[in-house]
């Protein structure tokens, strides 16, 4: 355990191991596809801000939740967790999803243009040629759990 300790301790004096600083939280609260409370808001102000961020959801009323964006959502462009289990009711399965039926064209649904973020828990489906989630940040790192992407 001490070793342990003495070996963190000295990582962080060294500099080769170091702590992301946490960012804000940022929470959606509405299915619209653009304004306060919206997923596309949330990215924005994500993107904005400097640190991991987490964009949680906590929409009203009762579940599944479709958000259907009228264009193309702005890439994650910094380190972000947008994490669907934390919607009230989870247990398992997403009740959240990313619905790309009222887009026109080839528009992907999410895309990662950053590296050392996490997509949680969203079920995301009809986008054009299936690509719902588009992972293209460089240095890898991304994370995928619990979703379903059709």
């Known amino acids: 355990m001490r070793g342990n300790l003495l070996w963190l301790l000295s990582g962080l ?3 080769w191991l170091t702590i992301p600083a946490r960012g804000t939280t940022y929470t959606v609260t509405t299915t619209n596809d653009s304004g306060i409370g919206s997923l596309r808001q949330a990215i924005i102000d994500a993107n904005g801000s400097a640190g991991l ?4 959801f906590n929409i009203a009323g009762s579940p599944p939740f479709a958000i259907r964006p009228a264009t193309a959502l702005n890439p994650i462009s910094d380190p972000a967790t947008l ?3 934390t919607q009230i009711g989870y247990s398992g399965a997403p009740l959240i999803t990313l619905d790309g039926s009222a887009l026109v064209g080839f528009e992907y649904g999410l ?3 950053t590296s050392n973020s996490i997509v949680r828990a969203l079920a995301v489906q009809r986008f054009y040629v299936g690509i719902g989630l588009n992972i293209a940040g460089e240095g890898g790192s991304n ?3 619990a979703c379903w992407v059709v």
């Open 143 to 145: 994370r995928v759990e």
């Open 111 to 113: 895309t990662l243009n």
């Open 53 to 56: 961020d987490d964009i949680s």
């Open 13 to 15: 004096a060294m500099g």
């Open 83 to 85: 994490d669907g289990s």
